[in-house]
């Protein structure tokens, strides 16, 4: 069964980080790619950057380029985005996808002006 269990939301002030972690189970981690997305209040949900476990090759909405960082640990299969410079819009749940569609339950990231 394939489990993804994100963490380390939570409130910081504009200009603050967070660095967000999707721990993966139940698929072969380093022959896929891992993405992260977002949802704000009464928006879609829009992805935020995804990398490929294997090569290390990534991708970063305009959005979030330069100020994001997605990086993998194969060991602990487990996805990181390290946030910088958060601003008020980066305020969403912010989830990661597996490579069948999978999500998971989302953590909450408010970025308070």
């Known amino acids: 069964e394939v489990q993804l269990v994100e963490s380390g939301g939570g409130s910081v002030q504009a200009g603050g980080s967070l660095k967000l972690s999707c721990a993966a189970s139940?698929?072969?981690?380093?022959?896929?790619?891992i993405g992260w997305y977002r949802q704000a209040p009464g928006k879609e949900r829009e992805g935020v950057s995804c990398i490929a476990i294997s090569g290390g090759k990534t991708y970063y909405a305009d959005s979030v380029k330069g100020r994001f960082t997605i990086s993998a640990d194969n060991a602990k299969r487990t996805v990181y985005l390290q946030m910088d410079s958060l601003k008020f819009e980066d305020t969403a749940v912010y989830y990661c996808?597996?490579?069948?569609?999978?999500w998971g339950q989302g953590t909450q990231v408010t970025v308070s002006s």
């Open positions: 996808k597996g490579p069948h569609g999978d």
């Open positions: 139940g698929f072969t981690f380093d022959d896929h790619a």
